[in-house]
């Protein structure tokens, strides 16, 4: 009885580990499907100013001046309480970074909503500073810094805000 129940469970081992795919297959499987841009997602803070040493997760979260997901790049400005949004057209990747096309940038009096008082809300910046509004070109400094060359509005690189 001991003898069936050992094989019983060895097939089953087998079986279960002929139906799962290996670790390996399966982050090869993801990194197929992710974007180039993959590597920025999150929120970043700096650029507008130096970005301070020993940040916490907690304040760097708490006002992000960059946020990249797979089709929206978020700014923050100087003057403005909520996040420019440009939407991205191509990604390319590059040997120092990756070169972002966006969207053309909408007209301010067509798409800006209105308040509750029925005025239009003021037109945001549509670019980073860069050489074109709907062009940027991102600079990889390392595993948790980026530049935006050329850019007025970022002199300063960014730094990634930390997990924890």
Avoid at 130 to 158: K, S
Wanted: one cysteine or more; proline letters at 8%.
């Amino acid at each position: 009885m001991r003898r069936i129940a050992r094989l019983v469970a060895s097939a089953t081992l087998l079986a279960v580990t002929v139906a799962l795919p290996s670790p390996a297959l399966l982050s090869a499987r993801a990194q197929g499907t992710a974007p180039a841009h993959a590597w920025l997602f999150g929120s970043w803070t700096g650029g507008l100013f130096p970005a301070p040493s020993g940040l916490t997760a907690e304040t760097c979260l708490a006002q992000p001046v960059v946020i990249f997901t797979r089709d929206l790049v978020l700014r923050a400005t100087l003057t403005e309480q909520t996040y420019s949004q440009r939407i991205v057209a191509t990604v390319r990747a590059t040997a120092s970074g990756f070169d972002f096309r966006f969207e053309p940038a909408s007209d301010p009096g067509t798409a800006a909503a209105s308040n509750l008082l029925g005025l239009a809300a003021p037109a945001q910046q549509a670019g980073f500073g860069c050489e074109a509004e709907d062009v940027l070109h991102v600079q990889r400094r390392g595993d948790n810094e980026i530049a935006f060359p050329a850019c007025a509005d970022f002199p300063n690189p960014l730094v990634r805000c930390p997990a924890r």
